[in-house]
């Protein structure tokens, strides 16, 4: 009897050793293709970069030692440059702010046209989720080239771009929020005769308000530093001071240093910012859910 008992177990471990053997051999080849694709791809960037990598690498920090040398050196113009591109400054925070408002509201659209259980339309959702897929793959700075070439450079430009790809972005977020959502004030609005704005509003709205406040306090942090970014490209903002500070190389340094510091300090703030109301929403929604 024991040898019967024995044998379906002696059986059962053998097939989960090979199973782990399998399952470790599959892991080592795909890590072996990875390896093989990085090194590849590698070879193929230092090959086609100007100059090479490798020789390049021990360089690395020449520029960020010139531009800390003569901005230490000019130390005494650092607060009047400060004070110069504090207006740049402003105009960036309004960008991302103004992209971060106009995305948040397209996408509380989108995510609830593409939330099942609430959307209106329920054969419409894979076309408004396809749409917000294709908001987010297409890059800020892709859009905002091409908007520039059409409207010429400065912060428009930039809004809209920021804002086209926050729609997308904030909207797959607030869907999942909405699939968490308890639906049972939404049937009871429902059995009373409310409509489909009445039960976003009353049922939902103050379940996913703190979440959806939260996730666009964490995208205005993302926003800030992409219309910095575009700046580069002349979309205006502190990013396009910073540019021209750089290009014009040494002698200007201090000027990119402080744009620099400003910058750094303004996400800084911000993130702090956004970090303490996102901890105060989430818990301060979690303590009032509790029985």
Known sequence: MAHFADTPLAETRAAYLALVRQRRLYGGLMLAIFLLLLAAG?????????????????????????????AWQKRANLPGHLRDALPALIETINIAALATLSGAAGA?????????????????????????????????????LVLIFVLGGGPVPAA????????????????????????????????????WSQRMMLGLLPQ?????????????????????????????????????????????????????????????????LSSVLRHRLTHGARKETRP
Do not use: C
């Open 42 to 70: 590698f070879g193929i960037a230092n090959d086609r970069n100007a100059g090479g990598f490798l020789p390049g690498l021990p360089h690395i920090f020449d520029f960020p030692a010139d531009v800390v040398a003569e």
């Open 160 to 195: 809209i771009a920021i804002g086209f790809h926050t729609v997308g972005a904030l909207g797959k977020l607030f869907s999942e929020v909405n699939e968490n959502a308890d639906t049972k004030p939404l049937e009871g609005l429902a059995s009373a005769g409310a409509t």
């Open 108 to 144: 509380i659209v989108l995510s609830l046209l593409s939330t099942a259980g609430l959307a209106p339309w329920p054969r419409l959702i894979p076309l408004f989720r396809r749409m917000m897929d294709l908001m987010r793959a297409v890059p800020e700075l892709v859009i905002a």
């Open 208 to 272: 996913v308000a703190p979440n959806w406040f939260s996730y666009a306090l964490l995208r205005f942090e993302i926003n800030i530093r992409a219309s910095a970014i575009l700046g580069f490209v002349g979309a205006g903002g502190i990013g396009y001071e910073l540019r021209n500070a750089i290009s014009f190389g040494q002698g200007r340094f201090d000027e990119a240093a402080a744009v620099f510091i400003l910058l750094f300090l303004t996400i800084v703030l911000f993130d702090q």
